[in-house]
């Protein structure tokens, strides 16, 4: 994986799947019914090593992702944060300046002291010539859950406090950024060998927000990483960018684009792909559909972008009702190109 982030074409491109570790696994359901909360299993080194490794016994991916989540930055920031069953994350929202003297960076290392642990664990754990991947979310989509406290369909509170008190909101940006270089860089100084940056939510901003709240956080994490870390390759995953990907890829600054479900494997080998290597992506829909369509779809992509630098992916992560046969059976697809 890391020589195709260099910009090395491999006979078989390397491949990892996007939560990889999960719901989907017998093994993950049983120790999550024993770890407690969802956040035990994330702040328990123990549990969270296991968790990583799961499916990398069965299916034996080129890349390792740390088993977390984005969420545990707000929440080490001192938001309050739970997941309720069936209903996904949920925090006491901020909505304002006055709501971030709530937040506070006095613990954050502590707090997230256990992944970090966690990444250093993994990155004698896991087998040879396997990539240990670090992430975080990036800052427009952790705003986005700081300040509507769950996830959403309009996305209407952070986006009028973006729109109408860009400073104010800025000034949450500009946390997320440096706390989000900083965990980064302690995840890269653990083991880590590359990282990404998940921005789920890139794709619900107008032209000039998406460059203002998506590409130029990003940027600004990536050189705040990379003043430290020069050769640590950064992922950036702007989901549902749709033509601004373009924008993107050439002024994040990033090293390698993660590309969503909907965008055309022939449109990024064309026009993405001269300028540095794209990961993805498989519908995951189409992984837990199984069959000749799985074939067929994986087929498709290899075709389209095997011949350039690339990692194969989803284009958005595994989802609970996927049957791990599916995911023996891609890997088979992947191993035979
Ligand atoms: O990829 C991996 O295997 C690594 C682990 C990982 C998780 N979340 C584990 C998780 C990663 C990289 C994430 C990223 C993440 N988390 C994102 C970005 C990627 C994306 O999906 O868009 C986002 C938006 C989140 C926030 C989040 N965490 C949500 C919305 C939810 C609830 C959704 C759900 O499926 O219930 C979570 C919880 C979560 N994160 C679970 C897992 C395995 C399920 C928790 C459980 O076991 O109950």
Known sequence: MLAALAGE???RPPFWLMRQAGRYLPEYRELRA??????????????????????????GMDAAILFSDILVVPHA??????????????LDPVRNVEDLKRLSRDRFHETLAPVYETVRRLSTAIPEGTTLIGFAGAPWTIACYMVEGAGSKEYAHVKRWAYGDPVGFGQLIDLIVEVTADYLCRQIEAGAETVQLFDSWAGVLPVGEFRRWVIEPTRRIVALVKAKHPNTPIIGFPRGAGHAYEDY???????????????SPVWAARTLQPRLPVQGNLDPIMLATGGKALETATRDILEALADRPFVFNLGHGVIQSTPPDHVAALTRILREW
């Open 9 to 11: 074409v491999r006979s």
């Open 34 to 59: 024993k770890a407690g909360s969802f956040l035990d299993l994330c702040y328990n080194p123990d549990f969270a090593v296991e968790v990583t490794l799961q499916p990398l016994r069965r299916y």
């Open 77 to 90: 920031l001192g938001q309050p944060l739970a997941y309720l069953e069936g209903e996904g994350p949920k």
């Open 249 to 263: 890829v050439a002024d994040a600054g990033i090293d390698a684009v993660g590309l969503d479900t909907t965008v």
